[in-house]
Structure formats: structure tokens, C-alpha cells
């Protein structure tokens, strides 16, 4: 079935993006579908530019639209003040700055009562076994969006052994090129290419504990 909303995000159609998400907020869709609708659109865009039918500006417009996007969703999203005990380290790999995905699984994880230390992008695999050390993390979130970083993750999962603290943690991970061999790959325990099932798993983690 067409996707009126992903096509006008995949056509980097700001105005109509926008107008879409209004009406399907007022439509009852939730926020998450909204953001997959988005999520999907933005894929095309990705496609697009590497047919070279699209250019960086047109990754930049996409990424302005999705902005905009999670400003007028943010009003819209339960939110839970309870905490629910459970901390959590996340950062993009180095050598990769995007966040947007990143950003919005935060943006829920908070929601839902789960306290987030943000370590931002381009985040080495020392820095996150520091945090992991530090903030005594019983979840690490890790994203990818650039293929080629994906052996950083590999560098993390070893890190971490070395360190003592493989079983004190649970790795997720998350991002456009994310599949089962990587999990396989790089030793992670979960991976998710869509909030959906990224919520889905750490609710899962939050059962086992
Ligand atoms: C927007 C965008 C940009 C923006 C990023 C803005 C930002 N602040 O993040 C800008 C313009 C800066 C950019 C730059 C570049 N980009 Co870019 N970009 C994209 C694009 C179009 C969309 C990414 C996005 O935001 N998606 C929307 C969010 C909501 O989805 P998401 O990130 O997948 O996140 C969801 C899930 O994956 C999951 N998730 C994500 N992280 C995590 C983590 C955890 C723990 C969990 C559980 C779940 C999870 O949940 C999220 C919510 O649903 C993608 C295309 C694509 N297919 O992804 C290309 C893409 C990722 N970019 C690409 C490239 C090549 C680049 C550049 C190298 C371009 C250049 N020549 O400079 C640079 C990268 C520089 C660098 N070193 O990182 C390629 C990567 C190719 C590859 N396979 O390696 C892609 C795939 C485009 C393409 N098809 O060629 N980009």
C-alpha cells in the first residue's frame, strides 16, 4: 500500500511532510508509526543519493524535514515520570555522526522511565567502556549508519571482555546497515532498524532483569 507520507518525505516535501504528520496525529496514529512512515521515506532519500539522483543537500533537507518532523510529534509522546531503575549508555560509533535515529530512540527511552546517558556521535569504543564503568550501565545502545564503522562495535564487544564486564551488559544495537550477521558479527546480543522493535527489545531486556 503507497505511503502518502513517506512519499512526500521521500520527495524531501516539506510543507506536505508536515501537514500529513498533523492530520494523522489528529487521525489517532501513533507516534511511532508517524516516525516509521518517516524512518522509510528517508531510506528512499538514502536510495536516491546513491544513484546519484539525489545530493548531500538533498541527505541535509532530509534530515531538516525529519527535525521538524519530531517537533511537532515531541507534545504528542506519553510520558512516564517514573524511572524505572534501569540506566542506559548510548552513542553513535566512531567515525559516524549521524543521530537522528539515535536521538528519537533516546527520546522514548526517556519517556518511558529509563535514565540515558547521551554520549553524542563519533563516540570511540574506549569512551564507551568508560561510560559503561562509570555509570555501572546494564544497557549499551550502540547506532550505525555508515557501513565501514560497523567492525568499531566488534572493537567494543572485545573491549568490554577485557574489561570484566561483558555480563554485566547488554548490548544493543541499531541503524540502517544492522542486520542478524552483524549482531553475529560483532558479538552484540540485540539489533533493531526500527523504534518499534528497538522499544520492543529493551522492554524484553527490562523483563529478563
Ligand atoms: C539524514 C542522513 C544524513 C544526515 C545526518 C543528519 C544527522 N544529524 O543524523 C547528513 C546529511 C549529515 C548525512 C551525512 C552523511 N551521510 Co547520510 N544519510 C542520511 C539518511 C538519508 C537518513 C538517516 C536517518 O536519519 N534516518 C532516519 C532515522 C529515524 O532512521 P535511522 O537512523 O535508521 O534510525 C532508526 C533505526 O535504525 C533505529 N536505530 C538507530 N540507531 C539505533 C540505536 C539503537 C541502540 C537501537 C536499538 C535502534 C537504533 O531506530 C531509529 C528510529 O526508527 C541515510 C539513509 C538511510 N537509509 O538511512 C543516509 C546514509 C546513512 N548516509 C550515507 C552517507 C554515505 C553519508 C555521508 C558519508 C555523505 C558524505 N559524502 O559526506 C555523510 C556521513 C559522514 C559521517 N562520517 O558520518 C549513506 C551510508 C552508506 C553506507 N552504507 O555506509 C546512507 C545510507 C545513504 C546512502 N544510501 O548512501 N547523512
Known sequence: MEDELQIAMADLDEEKTL???????????????????????????????????????????SEEILKGVMRVLEPYIP???SENGQTIVMGTIEGDIHDLGKNIIIYLLRSSGFQVHDLGVDVKPE??????????????????????????????????????????????????PVNRQVKEFTGADFYANDVTEALKIYREILDIK
Not at 40 to 48: F, R
Not at 54 to 60: E, K, Q, R, T
Not at 135 to 143: C, E, F, Q, R, Y
Not at 152 to 162: A, E, G
Open 79 to 81: 510520558v512516564n515520570s
Open 127 to 176: 569512551q564507551f567502556i568508560q561510560a559503561v564503568s562509570e555509570t555501572k550501565a546494564t544497557i549499551l545502545g550502540i547506532s550505525v549508519l555508515i557501513s565501514f564503522c560497523v567492525g568499531s562495535i566488534k572493537n567494543v564487544v572485545d573491549l568490554l571482555v577485557d574489561a570484566g564486564l561483558r555480563d554485566k551488559v547488554k548490548v544493543v544495537i541499531g541503524g540502517y
Open 19 to 61: 501537514m500529513l504528520v498533523e492530520e494523522r496525529i489528529q487521525a489517532g496514529y501513533t507516534s511511532m508509526e508517524i516516525i516509521e512512515s518517516c524512518r522509510l521515506g528517508v531510506e528512499i532519500v538514502g536510495e536516491k543519493y546513491s544513484d546519484s539522483h539525489y545530493y548531500l543537500s538533498d541527505l541535509i533537507m
